[in-house]
């Protein structure tokens, strides 16, 4: 028998006038909320076993240190249901997110650099 649960959370970001993710141009800054971004999940499993979550989120881009945060995030909150291959991250690529959400420079290139406060948002 499976057990099948979803969620649906608001990515509470504050404009601060940092450029959004995806445009390449650091003249478009983010000064105020609009639209909501959410992230959306679904979790299917069974009592005996691990459980796989699929994730996705209103963003630009999945990051290395998005995945690799919401994994330590998810097992510390799940324990041993959580099993990081069974993790499915994924974006719907809006130009509208938030910047400096990973360790790569050019994803941070307009933002400018990595904003802990928006991966954190994120996770």
Do not use: K
């Not at 478009?28 to 994730?55: D, K, M, Y």
């Amino acid at each position: 028998m499976f057990e099948i649960g979803w969620g649906l959370a608001e990515i509470d970001v504050s404009a601060q006038g940092y450029a959004m993710n995806g445009y390449g141009m650091s003249n478009h800054q983010a000064r105020e909320t609009r639209t909501p971004l959410f992230a959306r999940a679904l979790v299917i499993g069974g009592e005996s076993q691990r459980r796989v979550v699929l994730c996705c989120l209103d963003m630009a881009v999945v990051t290395h240190a998005m995945r690799e945060a919401a994994c330590r995030s998810l097992a510390a909150l799940m324990g041993d249901q959580f099993w990081s291959e069974g993790f499915v991250l994924m974006c719907t690529h809006t130009h509208s997110s938030p910047g400096g959400c990973g360790h790569e420079a050019m994803y941070n290139f307009v933002t400018p650099g990595f904003v802990q406060e928006h991966l954190d948002a994120v996770v």
